[in-house]
Structure formats: structure tokens, C-alpha cells
């Protein structure tokens, strides 16, 4: 057995969110928990508040940060930093960490890093996990779009012991940052495979959806924002209906889904496509499972899975629908081509090429054989992904950074999993 542990768990965003940094971030902690390890995750007011309100049980503690302190350190970052400071070293002293992992490079990572550089050189790492590292100006996507951010990036988060990327993508934007190589550490989100191993039967699934045995259900998961695209979905189902398919579904699952129920209509899609809008029924029971059952039958009862992002750091979903064997149909796309690798793994498509879309999605209706194929493909990529795998990787940068801290040896950084 390792060395046991206590490892600090910051974020910025945690559960009931149920998007890739916070399904990421639970389970980390289950599995540090199952190995002995002493985690405790640190989290906003509202979502202690949250979490307590709804009775959620989880395995390891969890402790609120001070109320409206991120907007403090927005609005006025040298007092923002003084609570957080203050803050981070009682929690130090109370729990005795040994390593702190923080998710989310903003504000969390500015933060940790600030109390790092100028209070307590405690030994840690930043998981960067979406708009606090991306931006894209076109669909106003990004924290660093605010000036003030980005310029609290540049200073604090470049600081950091390590930066962990979960995708080429993410090395990418610490690159362009100025992070020197040796900095940053390739270490992926994961999936638990045995949650797709057995699961809810396709028929039954289907039958409560009211979709017919024989139709063809193409699936589509994450909440409804202009870069998910979702919109090029229906636009290429539309394009499949002219050229005569009628036996097709499409299931949209993901916060704010049916507000693509208009567009729908107006396509001629209405009786094709099932939006909904909340996955999931009691998730604060125990053993918590995510994704929770709901959601894995809706992969298991699809043909296939369309996710169109204009742009992920991950796309936890594509790799989720690996695990339940789909082919998949991405868009070449930052964060998406990472997972599918150039398209060894899936067909990839221009982002919002409607009819390029189309055409991907159609092969995959006409052409059993391909669909089988890539249907192999996506198994043996997913087993890329284990979280048991990625935990152990991480256990290794804790150990590293820790003998590193007391000057006992040089961090080194093993490569990227092919």
C-alpha cells in the first residue's frame, strides 16, 4: 500500500454541476479515498450550501470557501488574495496537507498559486478544465476574455509547480502562455469502464422514451451553449430527412436541451428529436456514481454519438461514449481531435459544416460494417482513459513534487499515453 496522504482538492466548481471538471473532480477523490488517502475537497459557498441543503453523502469532506470571495478577488484582487492567503493557511495548518491539486486555473489556480509563491511553499499542481484556460471571442467563451483575468493568469498561474493538460490541446494554450515544457505534466480525464460493462437494457431504455426498437438514435450529451453546436445536429438530421430516412431518432441530453425544441420544429424534426433536460433522479445517495445510471442507459440504447463542439479542453463525453462501444462523429475540433486522434477513432467533420455533418452521420446509418468498426475502435480507445490509470499518475506527481519540494531529486514527467 502507498503512503497515505492528505491532499487538498480546490475548485471553483464542483457538484451538483455535473459537467467534465466536476465528474472529474469526484472521482478523483472516491479513488484517492479507496487507497487510503485523505482527501478534501474545498468548494464554493453555494455548492457546500448545496450540497448540504439536498443531503448529498459523499466519502471524503468537504469544505466551503469563504462567501463571495471570487468576486472579491475580482473586483479587488490585493484583498481577494489577503482572505484567500489567510484562508488556505488555516486549512493547511487544520489538515497538515501534503499536496495540493487544484481544479480550474481561474480564480482557484491564481489563488493557490499566489498563497504558494508568497505565503507557504506547499508542494501542488493546477488542473486547467475549460474557459479558465480557452477563449474564443466569437461566442464569448473564456474568462480571459476579461482583460483583468487574463492579466491575473499571466502573472500567477505561470507560476504554478505544475500544470496539468488533459489534452495536447491544453499544453497548447500553457505554451502560448510562456510555461516552460518541463512545467507541464499530460494526465487525461478518465472513465469508469465498468459502469458501461452493465447497465440499464437498451430495449427497456427505449421503450420508456417511446422510440421504437428499429429506429436509429443518434446521441447528443452537454448542456445547451453556443459551443456545443448542438444546432448543426438538427440542421444535419434536417439534410438526412430530405434524402428520404425516416427511421432515425435523435436524443439531446444536457441542461437546457429542449430550449433546441424550436429549431427542431422548424426543421420538420419534432417527432425525430427527444430533448431532456435533467439526467438523473436521487445522485446524492450513496455509492455515487457518475455518470449515474440514466445517462449510461442512454449511451447503451444509441447507435451512435454526435458532438459537433466548436471547441473542448476534453469532451468527457466522447470518451464516455467510447466506453459504450458507439462510433462516434466529432468535429475536428480543439479538444475533440485530441480524443479521436486525427480520426483513427471516429469520423471527424469541419465544425459547423451542416453537410458535412450530414454526410458523416450518414455512413454510419448505411454502412453496418463501419459502424462496426468503429464501434471496436471506440472500445479500444476508451480503455486509454481508466480512472484507476489516471489516479496512479497522479499519485506520481504527488510523490514527485513532494520529494522535489524537500530537495530530494528534479521533477520529470512521463510521456503522454499514446
Not at 478534501?40 to 466551503?64: F, G, N, S, T
Not at 433546441?260 to 455515487?288: H, K
Not at 481531435?337 to 446509418?365: E, Q, Y
Amino acid at each position: 500500500m502507498t503512503e497515505s496522504l492528505s491532499i487538498a482538492l480546490p475548485t471553483s466548481t464542483f457538484l451538483p454541476g455535473l459537467g467534465g471538471a466536476e465528474v472529474g473532480l469526484h472521482n478523483i477523490a472516491l479513488r484517492l479515498v479507496e487507497r487510503g488517502h485523505r482527501p478534501v475537497v474545498i468548494v464554493p459557498a453555494p455548492h457546500a450550501a448545496q450540497l448540504k441543503r439536498d443531503d448529498w453523502q459523499l466519502p471524503y469532506p468537504v469544505v466551503a470557501f469563504p462567501p463571495k470571495v471570487w468576486g472579491l478577488l475580482h473586483r479587488f484582487p490585493g484583498v481577494g488574495f489577503a482572505v484567500l492567503d489567510s484562508f488556505f493557511e488555516f486549512l493547511h495548518r487544520r489538515h497538515r496537507f501534503d499536496f495540493w491539486h487544484c481544479t480550474m486555473g481561474w480564480p482557484t489556480g491564481v489563488a493557490l498559486v499566489h498563497y504558494a509563491r508568497t505565503r507557504r511553499p506547499v508542494p501542488h499542481l493546477v488542473r486547467c478544465a475549460g474557459e479558465d484556460i480557452q477563449r474564443d471571442a466569437s461566442i464569448g467563451y473564456g474568462a480571459r476574455l476579461d482583460p483583468k483575468v487574463d492579466a491575473l493568469v499571466r502573472r500567477w498561474l505561470v507560476q504554478a509547480d505544475r500544470l496539468v493538460a488533459i489534452t495536447a490541446t491544453v499544453a497548447q494554450e500553457y505554451q502560448a502562455l510562456g510555461v516552460p515544457p518541463e512545467r507541464v505534466a499530460e494526465v487525461p480525464n478518465g472513465v469508469d469502464l465498468s459502469r458501461f460493462a452493465a447497465g440499464p437494457e437498451r430495449a427497456a431504455t427505449r421503450a420508456a422514451l417511446g422510440i421504437a426498437q428499429d429506429d436509429f438514435v443518434f446521441l447528443s450529451v452537454g448542456r445547451n451553449h453556443p459551443k456545443k453546436n448542438f444546432a448543426a445536429v438538427l440542421n444535419a438530421a434536417a439534410r438526412l430527412k430530405a434524402q428520404g430516412r425516416k427511421n432515425f431518432r435523435l436524443i439531446f441530453a444536457g441542461l437546457g436541451t429542449p430550449g433546441l425544441a424550436p429549431l427542431a420544429a422548424q426543421l420538420g424534426l419534432t417527432e425525430n428529436a427527444v430533448f431532456l433536460d435533467q439526467i438523473g433522479g436521487a445522485l446524492g445517495s450513496l455509492p455515487l456514481k457518475l455518470p449515474d445510471d440514466q445517462l449510461v442507459g442512454l449511451y447503451r440504447a444509441a447507435d451512435c454519438f454526435v458532438f459537433p463542439s466548436i471547441m473542448e479542453t476534453f469532451g468527457i463525453v466522447l470518451v464516455e461514449a467510447m466506453a459504450a462501444s458507439l462510433p462516434i462523429v466529432t468535429a475536428d475540433a480543439p479538444g475533440c481531435r485530441d480524443i479521436v486522434r486525427g480520426g483513427r477513432d471516429g469520423l471527424l467533420t469541419p465544425p459547423s459544416d451542416a453537410d458535412a455533418l450530414a454526410a458523416a452521420m450518414g455512413r454510419i446509418m448505411d454502412e453496418p460494417g463501419l459502424a462496426a468498426d468503429l464501434s471496436q475502435r471506440s472500445a479500444l480507445r476508451a480503455r486509454d482513459f481508466s480512472w484507476d490509470d489516471v489516479v496512479s499518475r497522479y499519485e506520481g506527481l504527488y510523490h514527485q513534487g513532494i520529494a522535489a519540494r524537500k530537495g530530494n531529486e528534479t521533477l520529470t514527467f512521463a510521456p503522454e499515453k499514446p
